[in-house]
């Protein structure tokens, strides 16, 4: 029996519209993939991620390529598709009170208009989400190659008079940041968006972070490049 595609939701992020797809039912064996995940070896990868991922091979995207494809093009207008930059099984699991100063802020995956994130959530909404923000001093809500140094200098004054954030997890609006859009958790739920949007994970207070892939906050995580 054929597998019947789901349909995505295309909302818009801001003031500056950026697309953002919402596809529900991504996967037609969500629970094999967590089983997958619960074998796999993971390790930090990174300064900047708050806890520890394992290598995916990104053909588990297969089985839904041709409405990937369809979405990256109308959406993004990436009609020359995209190239893999990685892909791994992701676990949170760092305290609040652990994160590092920079892990307590918005983050950007890149300033490349054409590198885009996909986030496939395998784990339910008691683990929060991932909302997106504006920049209150700039009004940035996107950091492009133009805009980055500007960000960068802005921010670190910021944090210079006001000092670093409290290690706590982003949960709305901040005295340097508003939320400006947010999309909860939903098992088998798969988000795209552009890497150079202002995000950040949203993690409840006091949710447990286990490291067990069949308990914890876990997502697959891949980054594409327009070709």
């Known amino acids: 029996m054929p597998t019947i595609a789901p349909s995505p939701t295309i909302g818009r992020i801001g003031n500056e519209r950026e697309p953002i797809i919402i596809i529900d039912g991504f996967s037609s064996d969500p629970e094999a993939l967590v089983e997958r995940a619960a074998g796999e070896t993971y390790r930090p990868l990174g300064p900047y991620y708050p806890g520890v991922r394992a290598p ?3 053909q588990y995207l297969s089985e839904r390529m041709d409405l990937l494809q369809r979405l990256l093009s109308d959406v993004f207008g990436l009609q020359d598709g995209a190239n893999l930059v990685e892909c791994n099984f992701s676990l949170v699991t760092t305290p609040p ?3 590092q ?7 950007f995956d890149s300033t490349d208009p054409g590198r885009l994130a996909v986030l496939h959530y395998l ?3 008691e683990c929060g989400g991932t909302a997106f923000y504006r920049h209150r001093a700039t009004g940035f809500e996107t950091v492009s190659a133009s805009r980055v140094e500007d960000y960068a200098l802005h921010l670190d004054d910021e944090i210079d008079r006001r000092g670093a954030p409290p290690p706590a997890y982003m949960q709305g609006d901040t005295p340097l940041f508003e939320q400006i859009y947010r999309v909860n958790a939903a098992f088998n739920r798969l988000v795209i968006y552009r890497g150079w949007t202002l995000h950040a994970g949203t993690i409840p207070d006091g949710h447990a972070l286990p490291a067990d892939p069949r308990t914890g906050r876990l997502t ?3 980054f594409l490049q327009a070709r």
Request: net charge positive; hydrophobic share 40%; aromatic share 0%.
């Open 97 to 99: 009170a652990g994160l």
């Open 123 to 125: 784990c339910g909404p």
């Open 101 to 107: 100063p920079l892990q307590r802020l918005p983050h």
């Open 56 to 58: 995916l091979a990104a």
């Open 220 to 222: 697959i995580n891949t």
